[in-house]
């Protein structure tokens, strides 16, 4: 994905990747099976405690705020490693479970690739951006015909778990606050982004984890009316934690289906 040549789809790591699908859903949702050994935690040194109860219904009611206003701008920053970190500027619609936007990645030496990059629930497709073109992610992902794709499921790099967390950040109801805070969400502080205010909490935690077990590899900031403006999630191996901010509403982005399907 870091240089041109890895634009076509890459063989299935299908046992791993299954893995990272099944731990994202887990983390994400209020309290729901699975592990979070592959992951990095929340720093032990954080100032943290358990959410208070209406600190649980704001977080609890981030997602179905986030749904609501979609579709809506993001920006994911993901570092692949090796000094690579990969940008992708776009919109996500929560209702159709879709994004698209362009993406580039850039290494110690500069840039190293470019495109746009469309993706759903089942996986991504990346395609050369038009030299010159102005015009949205979107409308520029419209004209590009099926063969200009390269499509691919997703793998466990950074990216792919990225825009997989994308895709299931947004919800149609609210988490149940009482769940999240069983389930071990901890407020770790305040911070301001943009000049706004928000409380930073880590998610709930892997049903099954001990009482004082680790930290969810994600973290929220969520503002006083309960709305989301980043997540973070950490990966093993990795001290650069996957990001997404939030922008707000974006209502003249229409996300194409995934065009490799449609022509």
Not at 49 to 60: D, F, I, M, N, S
Not at 92 to 100: A, F, K, Q, S
Request: glycine share 12%; aromatic share 6%.
């Amino acid at each position: 994905m870091a240089r041109k040549t890895k634009t076509s789809p890459r063989p299935p790591r299908r046992r791993r990747t299954r893995r990272l699908t099944a731990l994202i859903a887990t983390v994400v949702c209020a309290a729901v099976a699975g592990g979070v050994v592959a992951y990095q935690t929340v720093s032990d040194q954080a100032p943290e405690r358990p959410v208070t109860t209406e600190e649980a219904g704001r977080l609890a009611l981030s997602r179905l705020n986030l749904y609501q206003a979609s579709p809506v701008g993001v920006v994911l920053t993901a570092d692949e490693g090796g000094g690579v970190r990969i940008l992708v500027e776009g919109v996500v619609d929560y209702r159709t479970h879709r994004g698209v936007g362009r993406y580039r990645s850039t290494g110690a030496s500069g840039s190293l690739d470019h495109g746009l990059v469309v993706w759903d629930t089942g996986g991504l497709g990346l395609a050369p951006e038009p030299a010159g073109d102005q015009r949205p992610p979107w409308e520029q992902a419209e004209h590009i015909p099926r063969s200009g794709w390269s499509p691919r499921s997703y793998t466990a790099d950074p990216l792919d778990a990225g825009l997989q967390l994308l895709t299931q950040v947004g919800a149609d109801r609210p988490d149940n606050p009482l769940l999240l805070a069983q389930s071990g969400a901890r407020w770790l502080g305040r911070d301001r982004i943009d000049g706004g205010g928000y409380d930073r909490f880590a998610g709930p935690r892997a049903q099954g984890a001990a009482p004082d077990g680790k930290s969810s590899p994600l973290t929220y900031w969520v503002d006083g009316d309960g709305n989301l403006r980043r997540v973070t999630m950490r990966m093993a191996g990795l001290g650069t934690p996957t990001s997404v901010d939030f922008s707000g509403r974006d209502a003249d982005a229409k996300l194409p289906e995934a065009p490799w399907l449609t022509g």
